[in-house]
């Protein structure tokens, strides 16, 4: 269900009516000498303020989202409820997602909502890993950017609630000239760094895959992005690249989790 065109055609059915009442019932009443609108008018005019404003800021500002799965853990848990930044990479025609005014890119390090590249209409969360021009490497668990490796610290036991088995908690940091975001990930010791593909993908002669890992070039207008739960995480490294055109926005902030009240905040 596509909700943001819903709401477009209730604002369009909204605002005709609410005009109508200005413009012809609304002065026919008045020389009637009748206060109340007709039952009909009140519900499709009266809403229109509030469906317009819900749809502007829905589209242009900030939209909630849900988190499903714990492709993201540690640092977004199942049934996190997150607040996305829609206006931090440009100003988009709802709908049909179109960029009209380029206000920025997503840096290495982002946790982004985007658009499914097999299945549009699925809205998936990763992390940026690799911009434009970028030479990713993933092998033996470990992250190499142009040549750079990642640092990595800790290697606690943690349990992943998902599949209830403990996994090795990490902290990944990028190099400084690479943005120097840091963040927690997860690798899980009884699964192997190679990647078994079960079909090919757009742009998957930029990517040469090995026993221990991949590597891959980002091509001109895409993205590399991958899950902090490595291991546990459908990602680039299986089906390609995010194109520019599939942004939704940047991920901030946590603003409810029904089953674990104290996670209300923001994340790197």
Same mark, same amino acid.
């Given at each position: 269900?596509?909700?943001?065109?819903?709401?477009?055609?209730?604002?369009?059915?909204?605002?005709?009516?609410?005009? /109508?009442?200005?413009?012809?019932? /609304?002065?026919?009443?008045?020389?009637?000498?009748?206060?109340?609108?007709?039952?009909?008018?009140?519900? !499709?005019? !009266?809403?229109?303020?509030?469906?317009?404003?819900?749809?502007?800021?829905? !589209?242009?500002?900030?939209?909630?989202?849900?988190?499903?799965?714990?492709?993201?853990?540690?640092?977004?848990?199942?049934?996190?409820?997150?607040?996305?930044?829609?206006?931090?990479?440009?100003?988009?025609?709802?709908?049909?997602?179109?960029?009209?005014?380029?206000?920025? !890119?997503?840096?290495?390090?982002?946790?982004?909502?985007?658009?499914?590249? #097999?299945?549009?209409?699925?809205?998936?969360?990763?992390?940026?890993?690799?911009?434009?021009?970028?030479?990713?490497?993933?092998?033996?668990?470990?992250?190499?950017?142009?040549?750079?490796?990642?640092?990595?610290?800790?290697?606690?036991?943690?349990?992943?609630?998902?599949?209830?088995?403990?996994?090795? #908690?990490?902290?990944?940091?990028?190099?400084?000239?690479?943005?120097?975001?840091?963040?927690?990930?997860?690798?899980?010791?009884?699964?192997?760094?190679?990647?078994?593909?079960?079909?090919?993908?757009?742009?998957?002669?930029?990517?040469?895959?090995?026993?221990?890992?991949?590597?891959?070039?980002?091509?001109?207008?895409?993205?590399?992005?991958?899950?902090?739960?490595?291991?546990?995480?459908?990602?680039?490294?299986?089906?390609?690249?995010?194109?520019?055109?599939?942004?939704?926005?940047?991920?901030?902030?946590?603003?409810?989790?029904?089953?674990?009240?104290?996670?209300?905040?923001?994340?790197?």
């Amino acid at each position: 269900m596509n909700f943001a065109l819903i709401l477009l055609v209730l604002v369009i059915i909204s605002g005709i009516a609410w005009v /109508a009442d200005k413009l012809h019932f /609304a002065p026919q009443r008045r020389a009637a000498g009748i206060d109340r609108m007709p039952l009909w008018l009140e519900y !499709s005019a !009266s809403f229109f303020p509030v469906i317009c404003a819900v749809f502007v800021l829905r !589209s242009f500002l900030v939209e909630p989202f849900k988190i499903p799965s714990g492709s993201m853990i540690p640092t977004l848990q199942i049934g996190d409820f997150i607040l996305v930044n829609k206006f931090t990479y440009g100003i988009r025609l709802p709908v049909i997602n179109k960029k009209i005014i380029d206000l920025g !890119s997503p840096k290495r390090g982002d946790v982004v909502v985007f658009r499914y590249p #097999r299945d549009e209409s699925v809205d998936y969360i990763k992390r940026i890993v690799g911009v434009p021009g970028d030479v990713i490497e993933y092998y033996d668990k470990r992250l190499k950017i142009n040549g750079q490796p990642l640092e990595y610290s800790g290697g606690d036991s943690y349990l992943d609630p998902e599949n209830m088995r403990y996994a090795k #908690r990490y902290t990944e940091k990028f190099p400084t000239d690479l943005g120097g975001v840091q963040h927690d990930i997860l690798n899980d010791p009884d699964r192997t760094a190679g990647v078994y593909l079960t079909e090919r993908y757009p742009g998957m002669e930029f990517c040469q895959y090995q026993n221990s890992g991949l590597t891959c070039k980002v091509p001109e207008g895409h993205y590399f992005a991958m899950g902090d739960n490595r291991d546990n995480s459908a990602d680039s490294r299986y089906w390609g690249f995010v194109p520019d055109a599939n942004l939704v926005g940047r991920a901030f902030f946590v603003w409810l989790n029904l089953g674990s009240l104290g996670r209300i905040g923001g994340f790197n």
